[in-house]
């Protein structure tokens, strides 16, 4: 198979940015162009707006906000979120073809991208009416005599968007739609990669619903200094971000000025550690298939995996049949589960990466190239690295590509040691033949999620996000709407 797509279903999606209500292009016309990754064909274009765009759209966030009822009617603001979910489910064939298109991730594997988001939609319109904004806090004594107290929960305010390629759709939702239905306004400033999962959902904001003008507004841009500027600019109140730590720094940087609320949802480098007593047979080709789908662009990845030595070698072998099984190629293929990196670039650098690890003494025993017969496209090969030393820098960067790397330990108190030899604290597995042990080396990790003999700590009910340089705050659960929201604590007369 070569990377010319026989059955391609490559799909361009809107060039437009929409700001106060309008799908428009910037001043002057100038497009950057938008890649296929499994071809390296030019796709489409999307409109490259400037700080100037930016500037206007965060003004048109601010007038809504401070100007329209939108942050006091619940009730509106579920009809909109409803008529959007409603608008997004007809035309989600669409969207699941231009996510391909821009991603390259595999359409076999996009149920998650496409349709968990828009049900995610429909969990916060509904979460977000029926959440108590008002809460009686009871009688305290104070030193003029008794007061009570209520607690009053307000959105944030004008709150910046700034979202990554690897699971656009998705993080697009997730990022703006709690937001929107805690009363905030939005402008969402999607990654320079992907424009148009954005673009598309400006677009049917506009065409399909009742959202005021200025309450959600998408800002297109090839340059990073536009995301900047909305990290920066005082009539924000807010910035959600996911993305890389390095970028997250800048982000926190330009927010600290105008002391900024900031929810960040930053890089991960996470281990696994399977104990003696685990079921390798079903433990590691999970593992194998979380490092490939996707190829490896995801922040929660089991990267490293820490195997007791007395199982090493048994391990190792599970994880090399996995790998070279995987279905890597066209994405449009149904079956296939593994397409091409997004760019040259990250190809490049997952590349660098695995060199890396090679001259720091760890062993390649399954991939580490491009494959022979994927010449076309931002293809790599399935990759096991063993013998990995645990501070070399394929141990502790982020790789986001479909790389594993193996350690071996002596004890369970090493293998905790090793997992916690990071700077980052996103996610993490344990596995084992005993639970109660698993959770008892779950609490000993720094991190903020652990995963259990495959059972997932990631959905939206419960809280998600990292520790240490991986973030700070949280989505998904109670805790990723009150994020959105401010307490106001009120004293009044008993
Ligand atoms: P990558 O480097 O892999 O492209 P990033 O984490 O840097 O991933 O990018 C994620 C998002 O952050 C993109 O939307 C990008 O435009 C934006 N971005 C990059 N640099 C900055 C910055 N200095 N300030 C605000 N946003 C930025």
Same mark, same amino acid.
């Given at each position: 198979?070569?990377?010319?797509?026989?059955?391609?279903?490559?799909?361009?999606?809107d060039?437009?940015?929409?700001?106060?209500g309008?799908?428009q292009?910037t001043a002057?016309g100038?497009?950057?162009d938008?890649v296929?990754?499994?071809?390296?064909?030019?796709?489409?274009?999307?409109?490259?707006?400037?700080?100037?765009d930016?500037?206007?759209?965060?003004?048109?966030?601010?007038r809504?906000?401070?100007t329209?009822h939108?942050?006091r009617?619940?009730?509106?603001?579920h009809?909109?979120?409803?008529?959007?979910?409603?608008?997004?489910?007809a035309q989600?064939e669409?969207?699941?073809?231009?996510?391909?298109?821009?991603?390259?991730c595999?359409?076999?594997?996009?149920?998650?991208?496409?349709?968990e988001?828009?049900?995610?939609?429909?969990?916060?319109?509904e979460?977000?009416?029926t959440f108590?904004y008002?809460i009686?806090?009871g009688?305290h !004594? &104070?030193?003029?005599? $008794?007061?009570?107290?209520?607690?009053?929960?307000?959105? =944030?305010?004008? *709150? %910046?968007a700034?979202t990554?390629w690897?699971?656009p759709?998705?993080?697009?939702?997730a990022?703006t739609?709690?937001?929107?239905m805690?009363?905030?306004?939005v402008?969402l400033k999607p990654?320079q990669?992907t424009p148009?999962s954005?673009?598309?959902?400006?677009?049917i904001?506009?065409? !399909? &619903?009742?959202?005021? $003008?200025?309450?959600?507004?998408?800002?297109?841009?090839? =340059?990073?200094? *536009? %995301?900047?500027?909305?990290s920066?600019?005082?009539?924000?109140?807010?910035i959600t971000?996911?993305g890389s730590?390095?970028?997250?720094?800048?982000?926190l940087g330009?927010a600290?000025p105008t002391?900024?609320?900031t929810?960040?949802?930053?890089?991960?480098?996470?281990a696994?550690?399977?104990?003696?007593?685990a079921?390798?047979?079903?433990?590691?080709?999970?593992?194998?298939?979380m490092a490939? *789908?996707?190829?490896?662009?995801?922040?929660i990845?089991s990267?490293?995996?820490?195997?007791p030595r007395?199982r090493?070698?048994?391990?190792?072998?599970?994880?090399?049949?996995?790998?070279?099984?995987f279905?890597?190629?066209?994405p449009?293929?149904?079956?296939?589960?593994?397409?091409?990196q997004?760019?040259?670039?990250?190809?490049a650098?997952?590349?660098?990466l695995?060199?890396?690890?090679v001259?720091s003494?760890?062993?390649?025993?399954?991939g580490?190239?491009?494959?022979?017969?994927?010449p076309?496209?931002?293809?790599?090969q399935p990759?096991l690295?063993?013998?990995?030393?645990?501070?070399?820098?394929?141990a502790?960067?982020e790789?986001?590509g479909?790389?594993?790397?193996v350690?071996?330990?002596d004890?369970?108190?090493?293998?905790?040691?090793i997992?916690?030899n990071?700077?980052?604290?996103?996610?993490?597995?344990?596995?084992?033949?005993?639970v109660?042990?698993?959770?008892a080396?779950?609490r000993?990790?720094?991190t903020?999620?652990?995963t259990?003999?495959g059972k997932?700590?990631f959905?939206?009910?419960?809280?998600f996000?990292?520790?240490k340089?991986?973030g700070?705050?949280r989505?998904?659960?109670e805790?990723?709407f009150k994020e959105?929201?401010?307490?106001k604590?009120?004293?009044?007369?008993?």
């Amino acid at each position: 198979m070569t990377g010319v797509q026989s059955e391609s279903g490559v799909l361009a999606g809107d060039e437009r940015m929409l700001i106060d209500g309008e799908l428009q292009q910037t001043a002057g016309g100038v497009m950057f162009d938008v890649v296929h990754p499994a071809t390296e064909q030019v796709a489409g274009q999307a409109t490259d707006g400037t700080v100037s765009d930016m500037t206007r759209a965060v003004g048109a966030a601010r007038r809504a906000f401070d100007t329209t009822h939108w942050s006091r009617d619940t009730e509106f603001r579920h009809h909109c979120l409803v008529q959007l979910a409603d608008a997004l489910e007809a035309q989600k064939e669409r969207l699941r073809r231009i996510l391909v298109t821009e991603v390259g991730c595999p359409i076999s594997v996009t149920g998650s991208q496409i349709d968990e988001p828009i049900n995610e939609l429909r969990h916060w319109a509904e979460h977000g009416r029926t959440f108590p904004y008002e809460i009686d806090n009871g009688v305290h !004594e &104070t030193p003029l005599g $008794p007061a009570r107290r209520k607690i009053f929960y307000e959105p =944030a305010g004008v *709150v %910046g968007a700034i979202t990554p390629w690897n699971v656009p759709f998705y993080l697009n939702i997730a990022e703006t739609m709690p937001a929107l239905m805690a009363g905030n306004t939005v402008v969402l400033k999607p990654a320079q990669l992907t424009p148009w999962s954005g673009s598309e959902l400006g677009r049917i904001v506009a065409e !399909e &619903t009742d959202i005021p $003008p200025g309450v959600f507004n998408v800002v297109l841009s090839n =340059a990073n200094e *536009v %995301g900047a500027a909305l990290s920066a600019d005082p009539r924000v109140d807010m910035i959600t971000f996911t993305g890389s730590t390095t970028t997250g720094r800048a982000i926190l940087g330009a927010a600290a000025p105008t002391v900024k609320k900031t929810l960040l949802e930053l890089g991960g480098k996470s281990a696994h550690i399977v104990l003696d007593d685990a079921d390798l047979s079903s433990a590691l080709p999970l593992a194998a298939m979380m490092a490939c *789908v996707m190829s490896g662009q995801s922040c929660i990845l089991s990267s490293r995996i820490l195997l007791p030595r007395s199982r090493y070698d048994e391990g190792v072998d599970i994880l090399k049949a996995s790998m070279q099984g995987f279905p890597i190629g066209d994405p449009w293929t149904p079956g296939i589960m593994q397409g091409p990196q997004i760019s040259a670039t990250q190809r490049a650098k997952v590349l660098g990466l695995i060199a890396s690890g090679v001259d720091s003494g760890a062993r390649v025993v399954t991939g580490g190239g491009v494959p022979a017969n994927l010449p076309v496209g931002y293809y790599v090969q399935p990759t096991l690295l063993v013998d990995v030393d645990p501070n070399s820098p394929v141990a502790q960067e982020e790789i986001f590509g479909p790389v594993l790397a193996v350690t071996a330990y002596d004890s369970e108190d090493e293998a905790i040691g090793i997992a916690n030899n990071s700077i980052y604290g996103l996610s993490g597995e344990v596995s084992s033949g005993d639970v109660d042990r698993a959770v008892a080396v779950a609490r000993r990790m720094r991190t903020g999620n652990v995963t259990i003999n495959g059972k997932s700590h990631f959905g939206i009910g419960s809280p998600f996000g990292g520790i240490k340089q991986s973030g700070l705050g949280r989505r998904n659960g109670e805790e990723g709407f009150k994020e959105y929201l401010e307490s106001k604590t009120v004293g009044m007369p008993v």
